[in-house]
């Protein structure tokens, strides 16, 4: 008996070539097996082709989603069949399947079949198929039955069509809080919060539970600012400061002196803020170089993503990079990515002597093999496409465990970095957070121009952080 699970002749050549087998190379008793994660995008894009209103956060198996759960075995069976058992080829006759178990968002499901009858006259084949998923629960079993092969097919392996279904009303932000629900409300001192949104953010923070803000800028000008806005002051501590650099120092010294745990820019200019936290004298540095990252969620990717560093470092060296590429990977971490994939982005995913992005790449990723860069696996240069496309990292024959996967995008400069995620935001659709990494406290970066939700998911985050500096400090 053998077992298909890939073709055997090199795993790169495996990588480039589908093979089938044959019916008279196929014994009983053969089989094979895929593995798939399953995501709410494929719910939701297998719900569509039902014609069922299917929530994408909810498990697919219920009476009125037969149609949808259908759908789904349809698509892993013929996988299975059509690339590894017997393979390309392969015609699908007829199938008897039960469904026992609900297919829910987060699923890695296994579909394996193995062969039980061979007909020699009608060239046809039985396979017993089993789909269990991460925790061996029986999802769906039966048996189906093929026409074989009856001559050998070899060919290019061809990248399927990326199809990215509508996600509108995917509540990326609501799954956050939920997760930080359990922890208690981190001190914030936001500095120079002395116009509506930023005033606004703050106290929404606090009535979501995330933060007890304070603060810090002008009490004349804030109470004004809150008098406009029909905003309730009560019980909200207010540090008063003249102008918006005061607000800034005041701020970091509160940082300095344990009284708050995180640092929320207000209305006044970044470099302001910035500029008063990395300070030696305020006594917020650590070893690593201080970084931004943009948390992003696009219906176009089946995960969360950073984007980093798109708001702090205009044009940083190789140094600057590694310590960017750290604060990045502590981040993933902290949010559950346990070894997070680090795509270093370029114009190309080749190596020339004449595009310092990739020289910069290549080193970093020699950086990791020697240990100096840890927690993630490193990949570079490779240009953007590669980094989010299996597909086309596939076209371009590229064999790595983090093109067309990335977690993180480190991008070359400041300018590339904040065009990219600002498209992304405002023409991708995208969810964000920003946060800032490689000071003693978290600092929550946001932007004038950012929604309501962008501003509470990058309180979630920044609570995260700071209930994990408690156990390990910067």
Do not use: W
Not at 313 to 329: F, H, M, V, W, Y
Not at 332 to 358: C, D, F, N, Y
Request: aromatic residues 2%; charged residues 20%.
């Amino acid at each position: 008996m053998t077992t298909s699970s890939a073709p055997v002749d090199g795993a790169a050549d495996a990588l480039q070539v589908l093979r089938n087998r044959t019916f008279d190379e196929i014994a009983i008793g053969d089989s094979a097996s895929l593995e798939r994660a399953f995501s709410p995008q494929d719910i939701q894009m297998f719900a569509l082709q039902s014609g069922d209103d299917v929530d994408p956060e909810s498990s697919v198996s219920s009476p009125s989603r037969d149609t949808t759960e259908a759908i789904c075995a349809n698509v892993l069976i013929s996988a299975v069949l059509g690339t590894r058992l017997p393979g390309p080829g392969t015609l699908h006759v007829s199938q008897n399947l039960r469904f026992l178990g609900a297919i829910r968002p987060g699923d890695r499901l296994t579909v394996r079949v193995q062969v039980t009858s061979k007909d020699t006259a009608t060239r046809r084949i039985t396979l017993a198929c089993a789909c269990t998923n991460q925790e061996d629960a029986a999802v769906f079993q039966g048996q189906v039955e093929v026409a074989a092969p009856t001559e050998r097919i070899e060919r290019t392996r061809t990248a399927l069509p990326e199809i990215h279904p509508d996600a509108q009303g995917h509540t990326g932000l609501q799954r956050l809080l939920a997760h930080v629900a359990h922890l208690q409300p981190i001190r914030v001192a936001v500095a120079h919060p002395c116009d509506a949104p930023s005033l606004s953010a703050a106290l929404e923070a606090r009535h979501a539970g995330l933060i007890e803000p304070v603060l810090v800028g002008s009490r004349a000008r804030l109470e004004a600012v809150a008098t406009e806005a029909g905003l309730d002051l009560a019980d909200v501590t207010i540090v008063d400061t003249p102008h918006s650099h005061a607000a800034a120092q005041q701020a970091v010294a509160l940082a300095a002196n344990g009284e708050v745990e995180a640092l929320m820019k207000g209305s006044l200019h970044t470099d302001e803020l910035m500029s008063a936290l990395v300070s030696a004298a305020a006594g917020l540095r650590t070893k690593r170089r201080v970084s931004h990252c943009f948390l992003l969620q696009t219906p176009a990717y089946p995960r969360p993503f950073i984007v980093t560093d798109a708001a702090i470092n205009i044009a940083p060296n190789l140094e600057q990079k590694a310590d960017i590429i750290r604060n990045a990977i502590e981040l993933a971490q902290v949010i559950g990515v346990r070894e997070p994939k680090v795509a270093i982005l370029a114009a190309v995913e080749t190596v020339s002597p004449t595009m310092a992005a990739t020289l910069d790449a290549a080193a970093l990723c020699k950086m990791a093999d020697r240990g100096q860069i840890t927690g993630g696996l490193l990949d570079g240069p490779l240009a953007f496409d590669n980094a989010v496309s299996i597909a086309a990292a596939r076209i371009k024959g590229i064999v790595s465990e983090v093109a067309g996967q990335a977690d993180i995008l480190v991008v070359p400069d400041l300018e590339s970095g904040n065009m990219l995620a600002k498209q992304l935001i405002f023409m991708g659709g995208a969810a964000s957070a920003g946060i800032v990494l490689g000071a003693k406290v978290p600092v929550i970066l946001t932007s004038r121009a950012d929604s309501r939700d962008t501003r509470i998911a990058s309180c979630a985050i920044a609570l995260m952080l700071a209930d994990h500096y408690r156990l390990s400090p910067p």
